[in-house]
């Protein structure tokens, strides 16, 4: 006789840790890309060592990694052009800052409003559409001329290369709700106000962080550009001061330094997403 | 009592014609009934319930809700969705307990109301649980403890169990009708099978498309038998159960609706 269901000492015990396993994402999901990008970091490395090395390169347009190095340590010691590193730092920082903060807080409502309401779009969809595209070293003439070479000029012209892009993610964000879940909540009783703060806003979370972390990167591309208007202190105005000396490893080092914190603000944010929105991409 | 009266939805279609939805749809929905839509795809089932639920605006006729006109969707009328609509970053029981906060209820009134309702439907051990970590049926039973949070008059079903397996679309109309047995809520569901219509409704109505109107309307008591003795058999094998079920499946299969041939009859049927 046969009994399929008979306990038997044959039948492996479960495995004391087992094997857990997850739906295949789709595209690269939670796939762990670290190790191959730090390789790639490593060979391109490697590379640059080598051209340096075996001068494929004149120095003066591609120093070795050793050099800039060492004019690293420099300028981290005795400053640059009257200032230390971290105040060139920090003067960047603060104005990248400021400019995300105040594009934030005026992109998101905005955005959300151009998604909700007519007249919020219609009248802010014309000005924003005809700026937008344009570089902000075409209307950086404009900032110096109408707010002057201190500081004000200079955020703004950060704030508005940000507010583009948050706004428009947060608009898409309102514009890609369901229906089906509006009306759930308005079946449930929801007021408009309800409506908006527990499904509008944390539907369209998601997107505004995607909005936010393109906008710093913006923000930091803008950066160089910002600092050309008469800045003593700044990454990009050091960046800009060694080029007038073809002091190429001085650019270097300013290249890297805002490299290293474009790379943080974006790690932040991923790690922000990862906090506020870990359903995304599960509905 | 929900009336429906007269109610006709023209929709607006491409090239400037229209639509014509629903027809004259004259529906009353008493305290304790189970009222079942049964009819083809496009033929306006949804149409009707989402003016029932007040997600669209009538053409023509009136809706109205222990005398109240029906124009906005409220609390007084409970939605389960074809789609689960579950929001996917709150828990389990936040989303049972959604319409309880939108009405203002403390946070552990809140919570022992949503741990009593998942016990209805079987998931109490799932009250700190996302709704992507549920199965189908799961979510569409958080769906329905959602719904009753709010205590409302009528419970409106889309197809809800529609992507179910049979398996659990059987456990699941059982639920129903016990939490229907339990609760004395009146309920208007939506359904294409004929079998699921026969079970779970007091009253019958089959509707046929282009335009969407009710043409013939059956009145039962399957389902108080069923929720009396709870034997699924006695019911199956009721020779009027079998009657109904050819006699409606003539009526929906009709020859004289537009575009149907004759290898096309079991089409919707599965
Ligand atoms: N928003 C709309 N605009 C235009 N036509 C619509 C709209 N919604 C529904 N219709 C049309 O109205 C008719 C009835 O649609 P409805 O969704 O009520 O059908 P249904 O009976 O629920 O079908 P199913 O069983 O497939 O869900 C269909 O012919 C459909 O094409
Ligand atoms: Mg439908």
Redo the contacts with the bound molecule.
């Keep these: 006789m046969t009994d399929l269901a008979r306990a038997d000492d044959t039948t492996p015990a479960p495995p004391a840790a087992p094997k857990l396993v997850q739906l295949h994402p789709f595209g690269l999901g939670g796939a762990r890309t670290a190790p191959i990008s730090l390789a790639t970091g490593a060979a391109l490395l490697g590379l640059w060592f080598l051209a340096a090395q075996y001068r494929l390169v004149p120095p003066l347009f591609l120093p070795s990694p050793q050099e800039v190095a060492t004019q690293f340590l420099a300028i981290a010691e005795d400053g640059y052009a009257g200032a230390t590193l971290w105040e060139h730092v920090a003067a960047s920082l603060f104005r990248i800052v400021t400019a995300a903060v105040i594009a934030a807080s005026l992109a998101i409502p905005l955005g959300l409003a151009m998604g909700l309401n007519r007249w919020a779009k219609g009248v802010l969809d014309t000005p924003i559409e005809f700026y937008w595209p344009l570089p902000p070293l075409a209307y950086l003439p404009l900032m110096i001329i109408w707010l002057g070479i201190g500081e004000l000029s200079k955020i703004v012209l950060l704030t508005l290369a940000m507010f583009a892009p948050i706004c428009l993610s947060a608009q898409a964000g309102v514009r890609a709700l369901p229906i089906e879940r509006v009306n759930a909540a308005l079946s449930l009783g929801a007021t408009r106000w309800q409506l908006f703060r527990a499904i509008v806003l944390p539907s369209a979370l998601p997107e505004i962080l995607t909005g936010l972390r393109i906008g710093i990167g913006v923000g930091w591309s803008t950066l160089v550009a910002a600092e050309l208007i008469a800045a003593t202190r700044g990454i990009g105005f050091m960046i800009m001061s060694a080029s007038h000396f073809l002091a190429t490893d001085v650019v270097f080092v300013g290249i890297g330094v805002i490299a290293v914190w474009a790379f943080a603000f974006s790690y932040g944010m991923r790690l922000l997403e990862a906090w506020l929105v870990p359903w995304k991409g599960k509905s | 009592m929900l009336q429906v009266r007269n109610a006709s939805v023209f ?3 491409r090239d400037g014609r229209t ?1 014509h ?1 629903l027809d004259r749809a004259s529906l009353d929905i008493d305290a304790g009934s189970i009222v079942v839509a049964l ?10 319930l989402n003016a029932i639920a007040g997600f669209l605006p009538l053409s023509e006729g009136a809706i109205t809700l222990d005398g109240q006109p029906v124009e906005k969707p409220g609390a007084d009328r409970g939605v389960v969705f074809q789609k689960d609509t579950l929001l996917p970053w709150k828990t389990v029981a936040e989303n049972v307990a959604l319409g309880l906060k939108f009405a203002g209820l403390p946070a552990r009134r809140r919570r022992e109301r949503a741990e009593e309702l998942l016990g209805l439907v079987g998931l109490e051990d799932f009250a700190d649980a996302t709704p992507h970590e549920l199965s189908g049926g799961m979510r569409q039973r958080v769906g329905i403890a959602r719904a009753l949070a709010t205590d409302p008059k009528i419970l409106l079903m889309d ?1 809800p169990f529609g992507a179910l397996d049979s398996l659990t679309r059987e456990q699941m109309q059982e639920l129903l009708i016990d939490v229907w047995a339990r609760t004395g809520k009146r309920i208007f569901f ?1 359904t ?1 099978s004929i079998e699921e219509a026969l079970f779970l409704g007091t009253t019958v109505v089959v ?1 046929s ?2 335009p ?1 109107r009710i043409t013939a309307r059956f009145d039962l008591d399957f389902v108080r038998r069923f929720a009396a003795d709870r034997d699924v058999r006695a019911v199956l094998s009721d020779p009027r159960f079998a009657e109904l079920h050819d006699e409606i499946r003539n009526i929906v299969h009709r020859p004289s609706h537009e575009g149907r041939r004759g290898g096309q009859r079991e089409g919707w049927l599965q």
């Design positions: 929709f607006p279609a639509v939805a009819g083809a795809s496009g033929c306006g089932k949804s149409t009707l197809e939506i294409h509707m498309p282009r969407g």
